[in-house]
């Protein structure tokens, strides 16, 4: 298996240079970038595209922090810092709210501490790439389906002769009905919570696919039976609307 590509950003160039031989150490990882100053990492990150970062979080003389950056690029994160603890609610929201894995390891860096967390964070990742895609039974056949084609699941009578079908849409395909499908059950077929959201008894939505929100309302983007873009606009249940507002924040 390859090494995983990270870049590093540690404000002390002694660190740093330690941090990047004891990560080459383990034979897990290949360190395509690295750099002290944030504003040049993001030009790095931007060129070599690694797989993960590694992060200190607490930036001197700077007006962007590790926690900034992470927000930033939809990548995985490992945050080494001695400012942990400090963080630790903003590591928590950026796990929450992220797609991606979210780890972290408190200074000093030791050689045994990290040949533990690697493996945990490496696998997870690996993990998490095994799962982008699920197994549904659509009309009478199971189906390899991509999540980020999948926009919104709809339980509507109009679409669903039987209350255990749903109607599922997607990005690139014409909606298709799904064969004794429970929403209750969504998280055992494999779907994961922190992408899909219920956000009314008759719709389950990607809330990548969310381009608007809209008093008690939100308009996703799917393809019809003309394989053409539309609208949609969804009706939100009133104790979804905060948790939706804080999830698009």
Do not use: W
């Amino acid at each position: 298996m390859s090494p995983l590509k990270v870049a590093i950003l540690e404000d002390n160039p002694t660190l740093l240079k330690d941090l990047k031989i004891q990560l080459e150490n383990t034979g897990l990882v290949a360190v395509i970038a690295h750099n002290t100053d944030p504003n040049e990492f993001i030009d790095k990150i931007e060129e070599s595209k690694p797989d993960a970062l590694v992060l200190d979080i607490e930036i001197n003389d700077a007006n962007i922090n590790g926690i900034d950056i992470a927000n930033r690029f939809d990548l995985h994160v490992l945050f080494a810092s001695g400012k942990t603890k400090n963080y630790i609610e903003n590591i928590e929201e950026l796990n929450l709210n992220s797609k991606q894995i979210i780890e972290h390891v408190s200074k000093p860096i030791r050689q045994d501490k990290l040949e533990k967390i690697l493996p945990k964070f490496i696998s997870q990742i690996h993990a998490l790439q095994k799962s982008q895609y699920i197994y549904l039974k659509i009309n009478k056949y199971e189906e390899k389906i991509e999540f980020d084609d999948i926009v919104f699941l709809d339980s509507d009578k109009k679409y669903n002769s039987k209350s255990n079908n749903k109607r599922i849409y997607f990005r690139h395909r014409k909606p298709e009905t799904l064969i004794n499908f429970s929403f209750k059950g969504m998280e055992e077929k494999g779907f994961d919570k922190k992408n899909f959201m219920k956000i009314h008894k008759s719709y389950v939505v990607n809330v990548s696919f969310i381009t608007d929100l809209k008093e008690s309302k939100l308009e996703v983007k799917y393809s019809n039976e003309d394989n053409k873009n539309h609208t949609k606009k969804l009706p939100i249940s009133k104790d979804m609307i905060k948790k939706i507002k804080q999830r698009l924040a």
